[in-house]
């Protein structure tokens, strides 16, 4: 059984990261042969970061980030990869992240407003060559993204062709036309293949009013990403911050998690002080790490 000492031996990596302390954030020959092993020796999830959370940096730094905070799967940006990306230029970002010792599992979100954007989509999915596919389907309405419900028959065909689970982000209330909550995305593909799904995003979720936990409960065979991130309130106003000093109640997260066997990566989105986030990444990962070993 784990003790409280090894939570906050965990969890305190991350907290002395964000104060400062190089020599935590320099990992050790030793950690950097292995991911760091946290939780149940049973959990089927697995820590990763989203790409939009380095969308002010390129690659590399964005790899060394990681490296620095032994995570080694990364949601793919386009401002990363292109969408036109040449194979040659896909395997060269592939090399790249291999050499950081970084996975990158899937691509998104990515944004599509035509029949001809959703193809484009599944395409370059398919040469990544992951199989997750975080997307967006929406129309224009008065200026304003809002759902597109006529793109998920192609969506549909889409996931069958190509056997990619496409995984809509829910939005929040800043957004109430386009998915603000996974209810919302629900709503309109329960008719659809399981492939089509949910990022689960449970920081908009707990701004929108709305339960992450309860969504993880209801909807996990539908939950085929996840980007994890707390925030300050379960308002409107609430906003992004370190998940030590948020609202979300994260040992329940991730009691949900194991009780529902989710088998996907658990993203940090980390939308705070994006011009310099690594510390506040650090913090983040080594609390999530620590909630992770101390909960049962």
Do not use: W
Request: proline share 4%; charged share 25%; net charge neutral.
């Amino acid at each position: 059984m784990t003790s409280r000492r090894s939570f906050f031996k965990q969890a305190g990596l991350g907290l002395a990261a964000a104060a400062g302390a190089p020599a935590l954030l320099a990992v050790t020959a030793r950690a950097q042969q292995a991911e760091a092993v946290t939780g149940n020796a049973q959990d089927t999830f697995h820590v990763a970061v989203a790409g939009y959370s380095f969308n002010k940096f390129k690659l590399d730094p964005s790899l060394e980030m990681l490296k620095k905070v032994d995570v080694h799967y990364l949601c793919i940006k386009d401002f990363h990869l292109p969408l036109k990306s040449t194979d040659e230029e896909i395997a060269a970002f592939h090399e790249k992240c291999k050499s950081f010792g970084v996975t990158g599992y899937g691509v998104g979100p990515i944004y599509m407003g035509s029949e001809q954007e959703v193809s484009d989509a599944f395409a370059y999915a398919k040469r990544v060559g992951v199989k997750v596919l975080v997307g967006v389907p929406f129309k224009m309405v008065e200026k304003k993204r809002t759902a597109a419900p006529e793109l998920l028959k192609l969506i549909n065909a889409k996931v069958q062709e190509y056997d990619i689970k496409y995984a809509i982000h829910n939005h929040g209330p800043d957004m109430p036309e386009l998915f603000p909550n996974a209810e919302s995305a629900i709503e309109m593909i329960k008719d659809l293949d399981k492939r089509v799904g949910l990022c689960l995003d449970i920081g908009h979720q707990f701004r929108d009013g709305k339960d992450p936990v309860k969504a993880i409960l209801d909807f996990a065979d539908r939950i085929h990403d996840m980007h994890i991130k707390n925030v300050t309130e379960a308002t409107k106003k609430g906003h992004g911050i370190e998940l030590p000093r948020g609202a979300i109640d994260f040992p329940a997260v991730v009691r949900a998690l194991r009780k529902v066997k989710y088998s996907g990566m658990c993203s940090l989105e980390y939308e705070k002080d994006m011009a310099d986030p690594l510390l506040g990444i650090a913090e983040s990962i080594g609390y999530f790490r620590g909630v992770m070993d101390a909960t049962r």
